[in-house]
């Protein structure tokens, strides 16, 4: 299994398009208004600060997990404060990794993801967690949202169909990025077939604004990146101009 483009990932010789790409057809008003409201410069200083604390949180969460201290002297400061509230939620809520940073694909409904982790509870209850590194909305008071819903509910559907093991739902883990005390806010799904079926909704329209991509729904076979050069793949005939490698597209 490996990734495709940045955008799918490629399974059994199908393209399927990524969780993540997918939700990307979803209208994300705070978003909007802060590219509406931010000076470019500092959009790109913000994005990049974001994906230095994404990898750094990342980095070290492996080690948090397995209870290998974090020395948080050595860190720069500006991912302190996530690294802190990752910390504390694993002293406080005492997860254990089923599995991390795992890649799922459901063929049975024509996506795939990484997932961060599979965590079992002192409970007993296993959940699939989804950590965001993000701020408080100054609107709602929150920093979790219904897509994020959605996408744990498309990564919880496509792990049980492929380990055909049950969870007991999903969990949304925000980081916050500032707030020097370590804060984490932890978000329940009460209701993750309704969070799959809003995330089935935007796959649906996915396919219908991008019915080259991959194996959208009607798993084009993998030919060779000839034939998926910008997407789109060809038929047979025409790849074998280059190529004698290449199947035909085919339907399920």
């Known amino acids: 299994m490996s990734l495709f483009?940045?955008?799918?990932y490629q399974y059994k010789g199908k393209i399927y398009p990524s969780v993540t790409t997918v939700?990307?057809?979803?209208?994300?008003?705070?978003?909007?208004s802060w590219?509406?409201?931010?000076?470019?410069?500092?959009?790109?200083?913000?994005?990049?600060?974001?994906k230095r604390i994404g990898s750094a949180i990342h980095a070290n969460f492996d080690?948090?997990?397995?209870g290998i201290g974090v020395d948080l002297e050595t860190?720069?400061?500006e991912i302190k404060p996530p690294l802190l509230a990752g910390i504390k939620f694993i002293l406080e809520k005492r997860p254990k990794t089923i599995h991390s940073e795992l890649v799922v694909v459901?063929?049975?409904?024509?996506?795939?993801?990484?997932?961060?982790?599979?965590?079992?509870?002192?409970d007993g209850k296993v959940h699939i967690i989804d950590f965001k590194t993000t701020n408080r909305s100054k609107y709602s008071g929150t920093g979790i949202y219904q897509e994020n819903f959605m996408q744990a509910a498309a990564y919880r559907k496509a792990y049980e169909e492929m380990f055909k093991n049950e969870t007991d739902g999903t969990m949304i883990v925000r980081l916050d990025k500032d707030?020097?005390?370590g804060e984490y806010e932890i978000g329940i799904d009460v209701n993750t077939e309704a969070s799959f079926k809003a995330f089935l909704a935007a796959l649906e329209l996915f396919n219908y604004q991008h019915p080259d991509f991959g194996c959208n729904g009607t798993a084009y076979m993998i030919c060779c990146e000839h034939c998926y050069k910008a997407y789109k793949p060809k038929t047979k005939h025409e790849c074998e101009k280059e190529t004698n490698l290449c199947p035909m597209p085919t339907s399920k």
């Open 23 to 32: 939700c990307d057809v979803l209208r994300k008003p705070g978003l909007e």
């Open 5 to 8: 483009e940045g955008r799918g």
């Open 63 to 66: 080690a948090m997990f397995k």
């Open 75 to 77: 860190v720069v400061n």
């Open 179 to 181: 707030n020097p005390d």
């Open 106 to 122: 459901s063929e049975n409904w024509g996506f795939g993801g990484t997932l961060d982790r599979v965590c079992k509870f002192p």
């Open 35 to 50: 590219l509406g409201n931010t000076p470019k410069e500092q959009r790109k200083k913000q994005i990049e600060r974001g």
